[in-house]
């Protein structure tokens, strides 16, 4: 399991620890919240998927095309969790491609690919979907509520690629969420719309103070009975 996760257990496992607010809650009233052992489950059954469906591992890379979204920090720390590389955004030359779009997944017909649904208890993408895609609501609850990876990747193997065209390894990825939240306080509760990107500095961070992320399309959407009821103590928007 990875070290943020384990941490999160050890102190708290019924803690809310990924709150997601739907960019149009004030109109479908959409919102998730998932506990350290919620969030853990989901990340092992999706690593299970990755490793055991496209033998996913160190050395691979799953292009995560979701947008700012409860489910897409789940992948990456899925992804993570086999030792492979992230990659935001729709590529051909991933190994694997995860997306909510289903022109994304037509154009990029020669990896392998897995659909997500965004809509909320779903339990299939809900559109046609071109042959040889998974769909990842139809099978997800199928798999392993733990995980353990065949392979751990070595220190200097990359976990995130940057929008400049470096890479954060495995080995830096838990600095550099730790640098990026110390200003926050132990136990933050951060408010956030960055983009699935800027993870290290929102999700990422926040979890590295034992805290907790409430997530949104857009933090000036929310209405501001919701922002106050959940208690917040830091914002970083895009």
């Known amino acids: 399991m990875l070290p943020v996760l384990r941490r999160l257990l050890d102190d708290d496992p019924t803690a809310p620890r990924l709150t997601w607010y ?59 969790s086999t030792g492979a590389v992230v990659r935001p955004g729709a590529d051909r030359s991933a190994d694997v491609l995860v997306s909510s779009s289903v022109e994304a997944l ?9 659909a997500v649904s965004l809509a909320p208890l779903a339990v299939g993408f809900g559109a046609p979907l071109p042959a040889g895609v998974l769909d990842y609501a139809r099978v997800v609850t199928g798999y392993g509520d733990t995980y353990s990876p065949l392979q751990t990747p070595g220190p200097e193997d990359p976990a995130l690629e940057l929008p400049d065209g470096s890479a954060l390894s495995h ?10 939240g110390e200003g926050w306080p132990v136990g933050v509760r951060l408010l956030t719309d960055v983009a699935p990107a800027d993870v290290v500095r929102g999700p990422l961070a926040a979890w590295a103070r034992t805290g907790s992320v409430v997530v949104t399309p857009d933090v000036a959407l929310l209405p501001e009975r919701v922002v106050a009821a959940e208690r917040t103590t830091a914002v970083l928007t895009a």
């Open 171 to 180: 080995a830096a990825l838990p600095g550099a969420a730790a640098q990026a």
């Open 22 to 80: 739907a960019g149009d809650y004030a109109s479908s009233g959409e919102r998730v919240e998932l506990s350290a052992r919620v969030l853990a489950t989901w990340v092992s059954k999706t690593a299970n998927l990755l490793e055991e469906e496209f033998e996913v591992g160190p050395g691979s890379v799953v292009a995560i095309d979701l947008p700012t979204h409860w489910r897409t920090p789940v992948f990456q720390l899925a992804a993570w």
């Open 106 to 114: 037509e154009r990029n017909g020669s990896v392998e690919r897995i």
